[in-house]
């Protein structure tokens, strides 16, 4: 069985070599270490730890108004709608409930995502769409949203309101 | 498995020992390159992670507004898919990447730059998360390696082909290099076969005075030397024993004819112990005479006095000679020659050829022998038929040897012969460029023939 080796080898090297013609792959995560990376991207000098933002509420006559706050970085779109819903500025209102909850929020170029897990009666129509009103103007002055839609984790439903539309 | 020849192996050998050395020296140099190709691209796609993730940082503290279009831009920028996580909210650059293919263990906030390269549908992904502690985010970048897959596929199809191109040069270059090597064992090899066939004079060139080949040379040729000295030393002992025997024997043969002439005077028992007696001197000057001729061919002493003669009338002669010398009994000969035909020979041996073939064949036939002459093959032969056992075909090269004693003996007849006959007519028919065979004969015994060249009439 001596002629068998040498065809047996060059086997055995062929499959060691087709098994090794990808990019080597990772088990798990590796770590940069620290000295790697460039000083000060993974602290905070020189960063301001505040924003001002724009958010949108209701006058007396059910008009949208603009107020500008300050509120601390990062600014996330549950801060926003948490800034909406609990903190009204005297003299006007909110459509937004204060029991509003955010399990996730996603954008994407000029469109975000909103998954609300409660504080958000997607069956009301009226409210819901002033509520929606609200949302989407004060998105789109701190984020360029025009498309906003939100969806109720409760029951799965999705209710869109596209701002750029005539 | 079929044996291979030396060649063969040899060159087998190269072939496999370039592939081996080919392929080692292909995987260095794709385990090399990979490795560099890897490291490098790691290591930019890393600093371009660093400065994406310092932009996306400023966008962050500054003009969260930007944010969505910066990453759109930098994903345009560099081929790559980028994420940012502020809290629960995920900003997505492109639609390539989205928070579902960020393997959950990255989401973990953490403290420290990690990555991972990992497949998805068959393509390799480079995965890198930079925390931003300033911001309280994460930024993220995808990158898919397909294309350096790619690159290493392409290095190793040009490695294979290169290996097996290599295997098959080192496979030409053994083929090559082994047949000059192996010449001298075939010129050893042919002048081997030239010296059993009887050619002593062959010898062996030594070109390369210091080199194996010389050696083996040197060492072939001292053994044909070796063997030429062995060969003329019993040649000369054979010669000079014969004729020292041949005066005593010729002595005692003219003694045993003179008590033949009183054998009526002779008791009974000694009649019978003298024509034993007379027998066995036959026998023995006989023996002795052979040996004489066979010393004398072997030390090429014997001159060979060559006549252009009819075959017709030579081999009636040698026939009736020998029959009469002989006291054999009337031979049937017959001729089957469209024409006369010429042959070169010396008479007195090729009488020999033709008596001891005609001896031979009463001696192990059973009494029924004819000689026919033949056209064959562009010259003429000699046909002696008998009725014997005949001889097998194994034995048919082995009875020309001297004192050869097989099975032949033993089947045909209880006659004892010198055991040199037809060594000698062997011998003598070979130097009159002809051969002898041996076959079936239609009488149902052997059929020596003793073919020879045909010449033309009165040429030299």
Known sequence: ?166 | MATRSLRGRLTWTFAVGAAVLSTVFASLTYFGVRHIIVVSRQASDLQQAYVNAALVRSAVAQEPASLPSLLTSLDAATTSSSLVRLGSTWIEGTTVASPETIPAVFRIAGTEVIRQVVIEHNVPVLIIAVPLPAVRATYFQRRELADLNGTLNRLLGILALGTLFTSGLGAYAGRRMTRRTLAPLADTAQAARLVAEGDLAVRLPSNAPHSEVATLSAAFNEMVEQLVQRLDRDARFASDVSHELRSPLTTLAMSAEILRLHEADLHPDAREALSLLTTDVATFQSLVEDLLDMAKADAGTDTLVNEVLPLNELVTHCVLSATRRHQLPVTDLRSELTSECYVSVDRRRFERVITNLLENAYRYGEGQVSVTLLSSDGGAAVAVDDNGPGIAPAERERVFERFYRGGVASRRGNAHGTGLGLALVSEHVKRFAGRVTISESPLGGCRMVVWLPTVEEGSE
């Open chain 1, 1 to 166: 069985m001596k002629w068998l080796r040498t065809p047996a080898f060059g086997l055995l090297a062929a499959l060691l070599l087709s098994a090794c013609t990808l990019v080597p792959t990772d088990s798990s995560p590796r770590a940069v270490n620290s000295d790697d990376v460039p000083s000060g991207l993974l602290n905070g000098a020189g960063v301001k730890q505040s924003t001002t933002v724009s958010l949108w509420f209701f006058d007396a006559q059910g008009r949208l108004v603009s107020r500008s706050v300050r509120i601390p970085a990062p600014l996330t779109i549950s801060t926003l709608v948490a800034r909406l819903a609990l903190h009204v500025p005297s003299g006007l209102s909110t459509a937004l409930s204060p029991q509003i909850a955010i399990s996730r929020a996603v954008v994407r170029g000029s469109e975000a995502n909103i998954f609300i897990t409660a504080g958000f009666q997607s069956e009301d129509s009226a409210s819901t769409i002033t509520a929606m009103q609200q949302l989407v103007a004060t998105l789109r002055d701190n984020y360029g949203i025009s498309t906003l839609n939100v969806t109720d984790v409760a029951n799965g439903r999705t209710l869109t309101i596209d701002s750029s539309a005539p």
